[in-house]
């Protein structure tokens, strides 16, 4: 079993920054796709950014230039900065971890960003 945890939520206002991260309690860290996904009142879950280990980044359209997820495998976290906040970007944002090979998913808590005046 693997042990997701975020941090770095908050409340802020539109235009500022945020920095969450993750950490996951795994030996094999490397061999996880992490993500950041997010989940607003009344909304589906959607996938907010992706990293493979040695692979391309993805984002959902609506965060292009203003987030940028990056991974540091030697210290097994995933961090997702996030600029020009909007309110619109208020939820709660979950990070994951996912392998393929056999096939493995595990959630952190979530920790909410709130972007408001």
């Known amino acids: 079993q693997v042990q997701v945890v975020e941090s770095g939520g908050g409340l802020v206002q539109p235009g500022g920054s945020l920095r969450l991260s993750c950490a996951a309690s795994?030996?094999?860290?490397?061999?996880?796709?992490m993500a950041w996904y997010r989940q607003a009142p009344g909304k589906q879950r959607e996938l907010v950014a992706q990293?493979?280990?040695?692979?391309?980044?993805m984002y959902t359209d609506s965060v292009k230039g203003r987030f940028t997820i990056s991974r540091d495998n030697a210290k097994n976290t995933v961090n997702l900065q996030m600029n020009s906040l909007k309110p619109e970007d208020t939820a709660v944002y979950y990070c994951?971890?996912?392998?393929?090979?056999?096939?493995?998913?595990?959630w952190g808590q979530g920790t909410q960003v709130t972007v408001s005046s």
């Open positions: 994951n971890a996912k392998r393929v090979m056999p096939l493995k998913d595990y």
């Open positions: 795994t030996s094999i860290f490397s061999s996880y796709i």
């Open positions: 990293i493979p280990s040695g692979g391309i980044t």
